[in-house]
């Protein structure tokens, strides 16, 4: 069936420092792809999204590219702040609307 | 930008009784909301679909009769815990579609059974 699967949190980082955070996906057709942020203490909010191959979405100085070839929408930041800590969701869309979550990562971004 | 609330926020309740959450889309129209169930430290599952007008679709796995949800209008959906119990306790978030594909998310409500 389909599935999101995402690196492993914690991740721990210092102020200014280069951000991936890798997401796979298996899926049938072709999803849209999502990166959701939580925020402690509030709910999910949408960051970017792709919705064809190769695809590149960008916000916030995040940015996901939809790879088909190797099923991937890896999340990206050339400098994070400390504001930046918070739990980051990617997700895919399948039909009917409905959204698969990977099991989220963990940002701590340390001044 | 479009907005979804949740309402209450935090509910702590007893065992057997039942709790009703609120979810309300407030600057658009919805025809279809979702209702998630996220543990501590977990990523957000699926519990069903809430269709305006008509029954909702749950995700396999999760009590119809124990969750009963009602899309009474393009604005409201509701969860019904009903006789809860501390396994249900939880923090369920609701989140609304446009027709653009994406979902806005509701803020969340920690439910705590006793």
């Known amino acids: 069936g389909d599935s999101v699967t995402q690196m492993e949190g914690p991740v721990t980082l210092s102020e200014e420092a280069f951000l991936t955070i890798n997401c796979t996906y298996t899926a049938t057709g072709y999803p849209s792809l999502f990166w959701y942020v939580q925020y402690p203490g509030e709910g999910l909010q949408l960051l970017l999204k792709?919705?064809?191959?190769?695809d590149k979405g960008s916000n916030k100085g995040f940015e996901a590219t939809y790879r088909k070839e190797t099923t991937s929408f890896h999340l990206e930041k050339g400098s994070v702040q400390v504001s930046d800590s918070a739990v980051y969701f990617c997700a895919l869309r399948v039909q009917g609307g409905k959204l698969i979550f990977g099991q989220g990562t963990e940002l701590s971004v340390k001044p | 930008g479009a907005v979804v609330s949740q309402h209450p926020s935090r509910v702590i309740c007893k065992s057997g009784t039942s709790v009703k959450i609120e979810c309300r889309s407030l600057?658009?129209?919805?025809?279809?909301m979702f209702w998630y169930r996220q543990f501590p430290k977990k990523s957000l599952m699926l519990m069903a679909t809430?269709?305006?007008?008509?029954?909702?679709?749950?995700e396999q796995g999760v009590e119809k009769d124990k969750f009963l949800i009602n899309h009474a209008s393009l604005t409201l959906s509701t969860l019904t815990v009903t006789s809860a119990h501390p396994e249900d306790s939880s923090f369920y978030i609701c989140s609304a579609g446009l027709a653009s594909d994406t979902q806005y998310f509701g803020p969340g409500t920690r439910l705590t059974v006793l």
């Open positions: 600057d658009f129209q919805a025809t279809t």
């Open positions: 792709a919705t064809k191959a190769d």
């Open positions: 809430s269709n305006e007008g008509s029954k909702a679709t749950y």
